[in-house]
């Protein structure tokens, strides 16, 4: 479909907020490191609660505020030796990291940013608990700058320095639980104002971005290490805002299933017209049909019964039809109120008419609830949620305001991005964050010794880059200005950093813009392949264990299952002597004899095959040619 | 901390340097900001400090926010559903401190309705509640005759019928005062409360909530009449003690438990979320009749409080001798000493009529000035021992003493005697705190 869309038409705009973790020494404001702990990891726990006031909501889901109003627990786990009595809130920051504020400005420079003169730490209201202090402590570093992309250039608005949020591990009704081991990992914050025009340019700028930290060498890498943000609008439709975007080829999927939910909210809210719906008409009048549904075979239904739940329902006079409507792939706009309910609700979701027959709750159970609700079945529509009755009422008055909405237009949200690229609504776009100084934390003066640091920093430009690669890694230009746009490239630069002593760079380059795209075409996952997968091959390799060849069957090998690990795909190729050849080929002959004397001569081709298919990528064709060629006329000459 | 250029904190300002336009409202400068930095509040909420060296700056709008202080609210008081009088005095500190957002000047003030904001749940427990903000001081400037106002104030409010008095307090110093009330308030008919915060109000992780919301559990609960510092038990917001003022010591500079009972045992404890009160100590003195409560505010302010170390110097004693000091705390050695060249200095002392008690600097303990020669020369020389008693709250005695007692010999007998259970003869094996050993 997107071949259609012309985005630059629709007035597509764009903006990103990249948040990357820097491999700083110690945290942002005290002296831990800035490793995640791990399994064996001894911790002990700290039970907190926040305090909450009402103008300062602040980036929370409805909800969890709810709950954190109601006295929800937070329990926070501390890892011993990776966070300490700053991070529980028991004792003041330190002074902000220098490095971190370093690796900031020598960013923020190769962004083409101004630097402010004295650096003043705020606090940012936070109250998920994601933060002992019920704040978030987050500097600007530099204003304004760009970054040139082929579309034409992309301001940069602002460039922070800010701690990132504890780890939620458990969540249950009446508590939630982190662990303290990232809070406090400096994070730079990049934001670019909406200058970006379509999908694809967006992921280019995003990659560039993310390019220019990388090659500090100063940013933390893998998973969880760098998240995107992004704000888009259409000139028809409202600035949404999605969190959460983890992984960069995402980002125009995202995009697209973004802009394509605006335009299907748009036509929605045509029809609702054009069937004379009005505002007054949709009310949140909730009845108890829990005796309607106790009849039906749903396992589903039983199970929330079971808990002491009730089903509650409201009905929506001439909307049939409109919440089975499609807005993003398989996501209806029965899922968008099933996101509201959860939302403010915290229900586990809805059920609405235009799904139903399905769930176990058959035709006849579908046509009784029409009836009860005094519904007409041809016309209209209506939303069961099964809980209790607090939590349905919540849930089913913000499903009320959502759809009275559609009339209006689309809400202004944050919503979450989801792993297919589709996007969940989180909660209502904050109003300007809250912002306190840190009073604890003196401010930094950047001065020209802090400048000259930086500089050391600095990311080379992409022009630099590309020169290097041509003359020190021996790349040609072709191959070195696809790898500059490749999203790889940075796994490309950890590899010959680690492995650029034993294997040459062109054969890691290869790697990843030739066989992998490959493997991708013969539709194999290489998004499951890790850096570290990727290494292990290269470095069989580079050790003479596996022939270069071999490279794509050992990775295909692995991406089909054929074996438990990497390591095992290794072994499957793993090289062979030519003595352990021209052993298995008198194998081989052997087995083959009466097929051999009989064609004479003309056995190579059965032989060689066979020969092949077992050896095919462990050593060199023309070294089993030339074998198989010798083992045939040896059992010519004694069969003779 | 003026700001340069003539730009006052408030206005709305412009600043173009190096083709970056910043526009925001000028906000107060820090200690520690540059003398040719303004700190501009932008639009998105953050703080930047900018040079105006080489800037061009322009004026949008003066006074574009009002920033300033307030003036004392000598009173505010609210209604509330349940059957408890009770009366809050702010004396300042991090417990009423705020930071307003829009400017980021500290504003240490609190009125009946923004406590109310604090711990909701007051309005259902109290019939009254009234605040009176007597002071705006950091703890580090409070001294004895702020002690005497903070005394002739929760008396009036005890005389004119509150079941509990709260006092707001910064925590640095809240146990010399909570000392210095229990001598100087008598056969209380309700317990006082002195509370503070080791994270301010405003924040949302602030110790003040659980703090102040277990004080009507203890107004009302609590058999004893006391002045007590009700303050976090744990790091968790799991329960709040109510420790003795002549036996409770600030043990760590910013934990929200660095209150800790010393030689003693806390009366009481209120476990969350329940709220349920348990009395902890035996050994407390139980609430009296209003007639029979009373009340002597004055304190001496020439008391002083030294600490002995290695190779101190003599001189100090001779000196609060010549400056007409009427006594003197020695936070002495180990189990009450001073080293030999000072003894003299010491007799002297005494000689000239300065009461001189000596206390430990291990705070755990008790002295014992006859194991060791120079603690027998020192007693020969008219010291007296200070028992268990903390030098805190041997301080604050004496002070109350020799303002109050005019005879210096009864000034004497009245230090080694047991007043308010400032003294504790019987330490048991496990008062004594268990650290942490790997
Ligand atoms: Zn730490």
Redesign the pocket.
């Known amino acids: 479909m997107d071949e259609q869309i012309d985005y630059v038409r629709l007035g597509l705009k764009v903006g990103l907020e990249i948040h990357q973790q820097l491999d700083t020494k110690h ?1 942002l404001f ?3 490191p800035t490793e995640l702990a791990d399994s064996s990891t001894p911790v002990s726990e700290v039970e907190r609660y926040l305090k909450v006031t009402k103008s300062e909501v602040g980036e929370v889901d409805p909800a969890a505020l709810y709950e954190i109003k109601r006295g929800r627990k937070i329990i926070y786990q501390i890892p011993k030796g990776h ?2 009595l ?2 529980l809130d028991e004792e003041p920051p330190h002074e902000l990291n220098r490095e971190a504020l370093k690796i900031t400005i020598a960013i923020a420079k190769a962004l083409h940013s101004r630097i402010l003169d004295e650096i003043y730490v705020m606090r940012k209201i936070v109250v998920d608990g994601s933060n002992p202090t019920g704040f978030q402590r987050t500097a600007v570093v530099a204003i304004g700058g760009y970054i040139d992309d082929e579309d034409g250039r992309v301001g940069i608005q602002t460039i922070c320095v800010e701690e990132d949020a504890a780890r939620k591990i458990d969540e249950a009704a009446g508590y939630v639980k982190y662990n303290l081991d990232r809070l ?1 990992i400096p994070l730079i914050e990049i934001s670019t104002a909406p200058d970006i025009r379509t999908p694809e340019q967006a992921m280019r700028v995003a990659l560039r971005i993310g390019l220019l930290m990388r090659l500090t060498g100063k940013v933390k890498r893998g998973i969880g290490t760098i998240r995107q943000d992004l704000n888009i609008s259409i000139s028809e439709g409202e600035k949404i805002e999605i969190k959460g975007v983890s992984k960069l080829e995402l980002i125009p999927k995202v995009i697209r299933y973004e802009v394509q939910r605006q335009l299907k909210l748009m036509d929605i809210k045509r029809e609702l017209r054009k069937r004379g719906v009005r505002a007054d008409e949709i009310t949140c009048n909730i009845k108890d049909i829990t005796d309607i549904l106790r009849s039906s075979n749903s396992k589903l239904v039983h199970r929330e019964l079971r808990k002491g739940h009730r089903a509650y329902a409201i009905g929506l006079k001439k909307f049939k039809g409109i919440l089975g409507v499609e807005v993003q792939p398989n996501r209806r706009f029965g899922t968008e109120l099933s996101d509201y309910a959860r939302a403010w609700g915290g229900v586990s979701g809805i059920i609405h008419s235009d799904e139903l027959p399905k769930y176990g709750i058959i035709e006849d159970i579908v046509v009784s609830i029409y009836k009860y609700l005094k519904l007409d079945p041809e016309r209209d529509a209506f939303v069961v949620v099964i809980s209790d009755r607090e939590r349905a009422e919540r849930a089913l008055s913000a499903v009320v305001e959502r759809v009275r909405y559609a009339l209006v237009g689309i809400p202004k949200e944050t919503r979450g991005a989801n792993p297919d690229g589709t996007t969940r609504y989180l909660r209502p776009q904050p109003g300007a964050a809250r912002m306190y100084p840190e009073t604890d934390v003196p401010p930094i003066r950047i001065d020209e010794g802090l400048l000259k640091e930086a500089e050391l920093l600095k990311p080379k430009t992409p022009e630099e880059l590309l020169k290097e690669l041509v003359s020190r890694h021996g790349l040609n230009k072709e191959m070195a200005t696809q790898l500059i746009k490749d999203p790889l490239l940075p796994m490309y630069l950890d590899l010959v950093r680690e492995l650029g002593e034993l294997i040459k760079p062109q054969l890691i380059a290869t790697t990843l813009l030739i066989y992998l795209k490959g493997l991708k075409s013969e539709g194999l996952n290489i998004d499951s392949l890790t850096e570290d997968d990727i290494k292990k091959v290269l470095q069989a390799v580079g050790d003479g264990r596996i022939a270069k060849e071999a490279i794509p069957e050992v990775l295909s090998a692995y991406l089909r299952k054929n074996v438990e690990n990497v390591e095992e795909a290794i072994n499957m190729f793993t090289q062979i002597s030519v003595e352990e050849l021209r052993q298995l080929v008198r194998k081989i002959v052997e087995e083959n004899k009466n097929a051999v004397s009989r064609k004479g001569t003309k056995a190579f081709g059965l032989i060689m095959g066979k020969v092949m298919s077992l050896v095919r990528g462990r050593i060199d064709g023309k070294i089993v040619a030339n074998v198989v060629q010798e083992v045939l006329q040896e059992f010519h000459s004694e069969d003779s | 901390m003026g700001n340069p250029e003539g730009l006052e904190v408030g206005d709305l300002v412009r600043v173009v340097k190096n083709n970056i336009v910043l526009e925001g409202v000028v906000m107060p400068a820090t200690e520690f900001t540059s003398p040719d930095v303004v700190i501009l509040k932008l639009g998105n909420g953050y703080n930047v400090g900018v040079s105006v060296k080489n800037a061009k700056v322009e004026v949008i709008k003066k006074s574009y926010a009002h920033i300033g202080g307030e003036a004392l609210r000598a009173r505010t008081s609210i209604s509330g559903r349940g059957t408890l009088r009770l009366s809050m005095i702010s004396t300042g500190g991090t417990i009423v401190s705020k930071v307003e957002y829009e400017t980021g000047a500290v504003k240490p003030a609190l009125t009946a309705q923004e406590l109310i904001e604090l711990a909701p749940e007051l309005l259902n427990e109290v019939s009254e509640l009234e605040v009176i903000e007597l002071f705006r001081l950091l703890s580090e400037d409070l001294t004895p005759s702020h002690w005497s106002r903070i005394a002739e104030e929760v008396a009036k409010r005890i005389e004119s019928g509150a079941g509990g008095v709260i006092v707001a307090h910064g925590t640095d110093t809240m146990s010399y005062t909570a000392a210095a009330l229990a001598f100087a308030l008598r056969n209380l008919p309700c317990p006082v409360m002195l509370v503070g915060a080791q994270r301010s109000s405003d924040r949302p992780s602030t110790d003040s909530v659980l703090n102040l919301r277990a004080c009507p559990v203890i107004a009302s609960r609590a058999p004893f009449g006391e002045v007590v510092v009700v303050m976090h038990g744990h790091t968790s917001d799991s329960y709040v003690l109510a420790h003795r003022g002549v036996k409770v010591r600030k043990m760590h500079s910013s934990r929200r438990d660095a209150f800790q009972s010393v030689n003693d045992i806390p009366l009481a404890r209120v476990d969350f979320p329940k709220k349920t009160f348990k009395l902890l100590n035996r050994r407390y003195l139980p609430r009296s009749s209003l007639q029979n409560f009373t009340v002597r505010a004055k304190f001496s302010s020439k008391v002083a409080l030294i600490k002995a170390y290695p190779g101190m110097d003599c001189g100090i004693i001779d000196y609060l001798v010549d400056k007409g000091y009427e006594g003197i705390v020695l936070e002495g050695t180990g189990l009450g000493h001073v080293r030999r060249e000072c003894i003299d200095a010491v007799r002297r002392a005494c000689e000239e009529g300065v009461i001189i008690v000596m206390t430990s600097q291990t705070l755990f303990g008790r002295v014992n000035m006859k194991v060791y020669t120079n603690g027998r020369k020192l007693i020969l020389a008219g010291v007296i021992p200070g028992s268990d008693m903390l030098p805190e709250a041997a301080y604050a005695k004496l002070s109350w003493l020799l303002a109050n007692v005019r005879d210096r010999d009864e000034v004497r007998a009245l230090m080694t005697c047991n007043l308010v259970n400032e003294i504790n003869e019987v330490h048991d094996a496990e008062i004594y705190p268990r650290w942490y050993h790997g």
């Open positions: 945290k005290c002296d831990c966070a300490c700053v991070e406090g």
